[in-house]
Antibody, heavy 118, light 108 residues
Framework: QLQLQESGPGLVKPSETLSLTCTVS??????????WGWVRQPPGRSLEWIGS??????YYNPSLKSRVTISVDTSKNQVSLALSSVTAADTAVYYC???????????WGRGTLVTVSS | EIVLTQSPGTLSLSPGERATLSCRAS???????LAWYLQKPGQAPRLLIS???SRASGIPDRFSGSGSGTDFTLTISRLEPEDFGVYYC?????????FGQGTKVEIK
């Protein structure tokens, strides 16, 4: 059974780049064609899609597109998220997910809280 | 961008009661592209329903999804204590994914 675990700094300064890693266990991400997503949730608020990565390319939330990059490192069995020029509005729990056949988020990591503050 | 509006905002019910949650889209959503999730406090969301009506692995049959076009419904036939939390609908369209604002199902 595939498991996802997000990790990264819990505190990031404004204007810096938020970098998170999703470590995949229970299977090799290069052994089959997985699709990946990142979703975030500001404290007390709803879920917000950040971006999705497929073999065919990446799709990003238009409101974040200029600042976001999602990538995969098959040698490390990891999926990464980079969000540049962060502000306090980027404070949220960040979740790594897999994406199912009909574009739903079927497997989720436990999430990691990132606070943007000086 | 398709906006999803969930209602009610909060549903106060007792265990054993029936829950009906609504998700309305600002534009038509193909039934294949509508999903429901449950999030309990301090936990990640969990997929309940995909393709508007297909239960995910391990989801009991008291959960059912229905709807088409712009109106979708999640029904829980008899609430169990573990069903309380916040429910979100989510859609995919034109390479964009959006979530509703959530319906909180709380114990009355």
């Amino acid at each position: 059974q595939l498991q996802l675990q997000e990790s990264g700094p819990g505190l990031v300064k404004p204007s810096e780049t938020l970098s998170l890693t999703c470590t995949v266990s229970g299977g090799s991400i290069s052994s089959r064609s997985y699709s990946w997503g990142w979703v975030r949730q500001p404290p007390g608020r709803s879920l917000e899609w950040i971006g999705s990565l497929f073999n065919s390319g990446a799709y990003y939330n238009p409101s974040l597109k200029s600042r976001v990059t999602i990538s995969v490192d098959t040698s490390k069995n990891q999926v990464s998220l980079a969000l540049s020029s962060v502000t306090a509005a980027d404070t949220a729990v960040y979740y790594c997910t897999t994406i199912g056949v009909w574009w739903y988020f079927d497997l989720w990591g436990r999430g990691t809280l990132v606070t943007v503050s000086s | 961008e398709i906006v999803l509006t969930q209602s009610p905002g909060t549903l106060s019910l007792s265990p054993g009661e029936r829950a009906t949650l609504s998700c309305r889209a600002s534009q038509s959503v193909p039934v294949s592209y509508l999903a429901w999730y449950l999030q309990k406090p301090g936990q990640a969301p969990r997929l309940l329903i995909s393709g508007s009506s297909s239960r995910a692995s391990g989801i009991p049959d008291r959960f059912s999804g229905s709807g088409s076009g712009t109106d979708f419904t999640l029904t829980i036939s008899r609430l169990e204590p573990e069903d309380f939390g916040v429910y979100y609908c989510q859609q995919y369209g034109s390479s964009l994914w959006t979530f509703g604002q959530g319906t909180k199902v709380e114990i009355k």
